[in-house]
């Protein structure tokens, strides 16, 4: 069973779901079933990918990292998420742009979330 805001992938094709609507059934694509994105948390490796979130005049930036998150064809930040009182709100990246995003919103409750095209998931 899904959840409103799950992350599944695609083993095959690499095709990426959010869940907006949780339902029943299963994700399926390519005639196999999808694969759940676990948020990560805890970053080990010298690439930061937690989300760092600051409370600025306009709203919120969020940072990929501590030390800035490489943006480089083979790997690269794929979306910056901002999860604000109930609403979420993203920004999409491509190689070559800064990994972080900045959301001019009023919010009491905020998560950010950031999907790296080789490691996945990650959560503040």
Known sequence: MTE??????CAVCGNIVEVIHAGGGALVCCGQPMVLQNENTVDASKEKHVPVI???AAGFKVTVGSVAHPMEEKHYIEMIEVIADGKTYKKFLKPGDKPEAEFCIPAEKVTAREYCNLHGLWKA
């Open 4 to 9: 409103l805001n799950q992350v599944y992938k």
């Open 54 to 56: 600051e409370k600025t």
